[in-house]
């Protein structure tokens, strides 16, 4: 199949999302950068596009790996995929991470400088992650199941759902942010000749742990969150109450 290089990385990621593996191989931006083309995403990356246009189209002909179309599911659907397999993964590599890093900063930070930065930065990205979390679990993820049955859509507080979503994404870019800076640090996750056991763990989890997220805010950025302002404005369409109150602001809403 022709892959067009007009077509957004979100919708292609959202078509057939083995082409995110690619995309990372790339080093494409297609979770906070999924609204760029695929011609703008190869030029920001430095990526010849005649190359990944042509995998990304060998892939499309191979045999699909039978993974879930998240584009057809329903908020409901994602939602819960999102809390019981990415949050769960943060919540477990974090987990794993505040004992390892500390370990191998505190036995190898002299002949590595870089890795009580790194011991820091990880610190803040396992912060940030665990509270915007706890932001979806207990606000935004309820709110779009909400918006999933339209009759209960009255229960919902009295503002945009845009609201908490611009925080959302927010965040999103500041994590990217972090994992960027730690990419670096690690440089681009490859342990030093000779490293032990526990620095080459530590730095293959963070690995998994930029991969999975890059695949987490695109499923949130790109189809999720979406979904949820459609689904908002065809019921405030339906009930003939668009009264300029999704510009609303009030205070403490995420
Ligand atoms: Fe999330
Ligand atoms: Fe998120």
Same mark, same amino acid.
């Given at each position: 199949?022709?892959?067009?290089?007009?077509?957004?990385?979100?919708?292609?990621?959202?078509?057939?999302?083995?082409?995110?593996?690619?995309?990372?191989?790339?080093?494409?931006?297609?979770?906070?950068g999924g609204t760029r083309t695929l011609r703008q995403a190869c030029e920001a990356a430095g990526v010849d596009l005649a190359t990944l246009q042509r995998e990304l189209e060998a892939l499309s002909e191979s045999a699909s790996t039978g993974e879930r179309d998240w584009g057809a599911a329903t908020m409901t659907e994602l939602a819960d995929h999102i809390e019981h397999t990415h949050h769960v993964f943060v919540r477990e590599t974090f987990a794993r991470l505040?004992?390892?890093?500390?370990?191998?900063?505190?036995?190898?930070?002299?002949?590595?400088?870089?890795?009580?930065?790194?011991?820091?930065?990880?610190?803040? *990205?396992?912060?940030?992650? %665990?509270? /915007?979390?706890?932001? !979806?679990?207990?606000? $935004? +993820? #309820?709110?779009?199941? =909400?918006?999933?049955?339209?009759?209960?859509?009255?229960?919902?507080?009295?503002?945009?759902?845009?609201?908490?979503?611009?925080?959302?994404?927010?965040?999103?870019?500041?994590?990217?942010?972090?994992?960027?800076?730690?990419?670096?640090?690690?440089?681009?996750?490859?342990?030093?000749?000779?490293?032990?056991?526990?620095?080459?763990?530590?730095?293959?989890?963070?690995?998994? *742990?930029?991969?999975?997220? %890059?695949? /987490?805010?695109?499923? !949130?950025?790109?189809? $999720? +969150? #979406?979904?949820?302002? =459609?689904?908002?404005?065809?019921?405030?369409?339906?009930?003939?109450?668009?009264?300029?109150?999704?510009?609303?602001?009030?205070?403490?809403?995420?």
């Open positions: 199949m022709r892959i067009d290089p007009e077509q957004t990385v979100a919708r292609i990621g959202i078509d057939d999302p083995r082409s995110l593996v690619l995309f990372d191989r790339f080093g494409l931006d297609y979770c906070c505040a004992v390892l890093v500390p370990k191998v900063a505190g036995h190898h930070g002299a002949a590595h400088p870089e890795l009580l930065q790194l011991e820091k930065t990880v610190r803040r *990205l396992a912060e940030e992650m %665990h509270d /915007h979390m706890i932001r !979806e679990d207990r606000v $935004l +993820f #309820p709110w779009l199941r =909400r918006l999933d049955r339209k009759s209960e859509i009255h229960t919902g507080p009295p503002w945009s759902v845009r609201r908490p979503i611009d925080y959302m994404m927010h965040d999103h870019d500041e994590v990217g942010k972090m994992l960027r800076e730690i990419r670096g640090l690690t440089d681009n996750f490859t342990p030093p000749p000779g490293a032990c056991a526990s620095f080459r763990v530590m730095v293959s989890l963070l690995a998994e *742990l930029e991969r999975d997220t %890059h695949v /987490h805010v695109h499923k !949130e950025n790109n189809i $999720l +969150f #979406p979904a949820g302002v =459609r689904a908002e404005a065809a019921e405030m369409e339906r009930r003939g109450a668009i009264q300029g109150n999704t510009a609303g602001v009030v205070p403490g809403c995420t």
